[in-house]
């Protein structure tokens, strides 16, 4: 019988077996047909530590013998205020106040709205936002805004608002992007920039240097423009440290964190932000408030998630694993010498496969997809891009296999 699910970005016309996972462990996925996947892409790179970390599971269990939820206009709970606080503890200490949202998404369009808020609030209105050529930045129609025009969002592209793209700072080519953001910055009195630092996810795992992302912060601060940081996916270890920004001795004006906030057990986002911004709001005025809630802001169960995965932070050589994970990586890469652009910042590893420019819906994907699924590996390659983002936890044997099956992939594609 077939399902009444309707799954995202999935083209249900082409009928591809969707597997039914009952249960999950460290890197590993079962289904109901008796299968063990290896997780290579950290289920859509939420889970840090693995799958149903112990401690994480305990918390979600305790807290939901207490408070389930509610509502967080005017009240507020324990789990949400000690999060708060102990995020700023390991948070950049200019980052000042926590709002809490759903989703990665949400974090982004509550980061936009903070930013025009604040131009509006301080009486002058400024409405730009300066983009990277070829982000990501999710799926609702201010984060489409913000992110690349493509295949993704062609559909809405008439109702998506206007930015200012500057080039993608490739290598050796970075002053033009510089250039550009300078021009843009001194023309048009912008709100904002928003990146995603060091590397664009979705937009092809494409990595720029740190030097780059601290000179794109230096001139938004020199010219009175915010600077947003979007680390939903570069957030929590990715890259090698607990946030990409780090690697670039750079502070955001606002910071968006969510997919490896609960460890990837449960939805939850925040967005971080400075005194000004907040300042900016703070008042006797209620139009000065800031406009913006979902039912679910900072959900009791998912803020202990949160906070059991900060104890785990605090408690378990994650830092070592993370490294060890990039040495590992770093070995198994020198595998596939067919491969183009092979590359690797932190945990994360990518590479083109035939042609060296990536392109989502490349006539190889559909096979590439069916090759990985039927070596019991979840990899979810990028049109011919193919990458590998495990959870921290992965151990050598299912790292070589996933590796395994991508060099049988540059052998048969
Ligand atoms: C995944 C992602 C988002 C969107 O997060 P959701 O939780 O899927 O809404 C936003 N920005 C970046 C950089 C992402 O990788």
Redesign the pocket.
């Known amino acids: 019988m077939s399902s009444p699910v309707w799954h995202p970005f999935t083209q249900h016309g082409l009928s591809e077996p969707i597997p039914l996972v009952e249960s999950a462990e460290g890197a590993a996925l079962f289904t109901a047909d008796g299968r063990r996947i290896i997780d290579a892409i950290s289920s859509?790179?939420v889970t840090t530590h693995g799958h149903r970390h112990p401690a994480i599971m305990q918390a979600i269990a305790d807290q939901s013998e207490r408070l389930d939820q509610i509502i967080f206009a005017g009240w507020t709970h324990e789990p949400a205020e000690r999060l708060a606080r102990e995020l700023l503890k390991i948070m950049p200490g200019e980052l000042r106040y926590v709002f809490y949202s759903d989703?990665?998404?949400?974090?982004?369009e509550v980061a936009l709205k903070m930013a025009l808020g604040y131009w509006l609030n301080r009486g002058e209105p400024r409405h730009r936002i300066i983009v990277l050529e070829g982000?990501?930045?999710?799926?609702?129609i201010g984060?489409m805004s913000v992110g690349a025009r493509g295949v993704f969002n062609r559909p809405y592209a008439p109702l998506l608002f206007d930015v200012d793209v500057i080039p993608f700072p490739f290598e050796g080519r970075e002053q033009a992007t510089l250039d550009a953001l300078e021009k843009l910055c001194r023309d048009s009195s912008p709100a904002a920039l928003i990146v995603?630092p060091l590397i664009?996810?979705?937009g092809g795992m494409r990595i720029y240097s740190a030097a780059t992302l601290r000179e794109l912060r230096r001139l938004c601060a020199n010219l009175g423009v915010l600077f947003i940081a979007?680390?939903?996916?570069?957030g929590w270890g990715r890259t090698g440290t607990l946030l990409a920004c780090e690697q670039a001795a750079i502070v955001p004006d606002l910071l968006?964190l969510?997919?490896g906030l609960t460890g990837g057990a449960l939805?939850l986002?925040v967005t971080l932000a400075t005194a000004a911004i907040y300042d900016a709001h703070y008042s006797l005025n209620r139009r000065r408030q800031f406009f913006h809630s979902s039912s679910y802001t900072a959900n009791p169960i998912a803020c202990a998630a949160a906070l059991a995965n900060l104890q785990v932070w605090h408690d378990e050589p994650v830092a070592e694993r993370i490294l060890s994970l990039q040495q590992r990586q770093e070995l198994q890469t020198g595998r596939l010498n067919k491969a183009r652009n092979v590359r690797q910042i932190g945990t994360i590893t990518a590479c083109e496969l035939g042609e060296a420019k990536s392109s989502y819906l490349s006539a190889r994907s559909p096979g590439l997809l069916a090759h990985f699924r039927s070596k019991d590996l979840l990899v979810r390659p990028l049109g011919n891009t193919i990458y590998v983002m495990p959870p921290y936890c992965i151990n050598d044997a299912d790292l070589d296999a996933i590796y395994d099956g991508i060099e049988e992939a540059l052998e048969w594609f």
């Not at 979007?230 to 570069?234: A, I, L, P, S, Y």
């Open positions: 859509w790179w989703s990665g998404s949400t974090s982004v982000s990501y930045h999710g799926d609702t984060g995603e664009l996810g979705a979007d680390e939903v996916m570069t968006c969510s997919k939805p986002a």
